[in-house]
């Protein structure tokens, strides 16, 4: 196959990790800089050019979209779509997983179990809306937060109304939960690829951190899931219509809370933690994916 990985940077570990997975069985792989890719659209047709030449031939991408460039990034995932090409992510789930609440509402209806979640604009509905939420502590995040940025800790209501504040002033979009404090700053990360929770580790926050993730200095080790952990981690990942996706979970004392699903979930920290291949995973599923696709 001729396989596209959608990333700006080669030299990224998930980047180089699937372009040497990829080669290793046998594809002619490429790495694609969305930013360096333009279309053009007519009537039925669709093209894409790529540093002053077509790109023609590919038969699946894998989109490794960044946050800073999500829309742009998803409207060459999407023009690649209109170019009948593959991709086990399709720009609409990318683009649904990049909005914590759009997603946080698409899996509550399904019956997932997450942190009570609230949401609202205006100012002077402040009060009553922690109201609805209950009490202190809370957890602050902007909606379209990554990698813990953005995720603030308020052990009081005042702390709350402050923060709450601060990002209304800088027009910020940002929703607020109940703090799971039996978690006690450890996460889990679920990799889903296709129909298997391929690996998962768990995340231990540092010292004085509540948030688990590698980037702010989590420590990552080697997790057995449970039934119900690995059925909701599928579950959730299949709402959000996503063939790979990183699901990150709190052990409660009500069971498991679906946090966020991420779709460029990183394989550095938890191909480090298990030892497993994901990359040759994530082929295999494009592999598979793919003939699924012109079978069809
Ligand atoms: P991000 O997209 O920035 O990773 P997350 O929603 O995944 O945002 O939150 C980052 C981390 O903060 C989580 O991995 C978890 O360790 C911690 N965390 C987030 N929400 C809660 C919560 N409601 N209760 C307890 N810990 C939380
Ligand atoms: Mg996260």
Redesign the pocket.
């Known amino acids: 196959m001729k396989i596209g990985i959608i990333s700006r940077n080669a030299s990224l570990y998930s980047t180089s990790r699937l372009v040497d997975a990829g080669r290793r069985r046998g594809h002619v792989v490429r790495v694609l800089d969305p930013l360096r890719c333009y279309m053009r659209i007519s009537r039925g047709k669709f093209d894409m050019h790529y540093k002053g030449r077509p790109l023609a031939g590919f038969d699946a991408v894998i989109p490794r979209i960044g946050s800073s460039v999500t829309f742009y990034g998803t409207a060459v995932l999407r023009q690649f779509e209109m170019m009948g090409v593959y991709t086990p992510n399709s720009s609409d789930a990318v683009l649904r997983a990049r909005d ?1 609440l759009r997603s946080l509402q698409m899996l509550a209806r399904e019956g997932i179990d997450l ?1 009570r979640t609230v949401f609202g604009d205006y100012p002077d509905d402040t009060v009553d809306l922690l109201q609805m939420l209950g009490d202190p502590p809370h ?1 602050i ?1 902007l909606n379209e ?7 603030l800790l308020a052990e009081k209501r005042s702390s709350s109304q402050g923060m709450i504040e601060a990002f209304r002033g800088l027009y910020a979009n940002f929703v607020v ?5 039996e ?1 006690g ?3 889990l990360r679920c990799f889903v690829v296709g129909n298997e929770v391929a690996a998962a580790m768990h ?1 231990q ?1 540092p010292e004085g951190d ?4 590698l980037h ?1 200095g ?1 420590k990552a080790s080697k997790v057995e899931l449970s039934e119900e952990e690995r059925s909701v981690a599928l579950r959730a990942a299949a709402i959000l219509n996503l063939g790979i996706a990183g699901v ?1 979970l ?1 052990r409660s004392r009500r069971g498991p ?1 679906v ?2 699903v ?1 779709a460029s979930p990183g394989l550095e920290g938890i191909e480090q933690a298990t030892g497993l291949d994901l990359a040759g995973s994530i082929i295999a599923e494009v592999e598979a994916g793919f003939a699924r696709l012109s079978m069809a």
């Open positions: 914590k942190p957890v995040k937060g990554t990698q813990g940025q953005g995720v939960q109940e703090f799971i404090g978690a700053g450890g996460d995340r926050a509540f948030r688990a993730n702010r989590g990150d709190l809370l946090l966020e991420n």
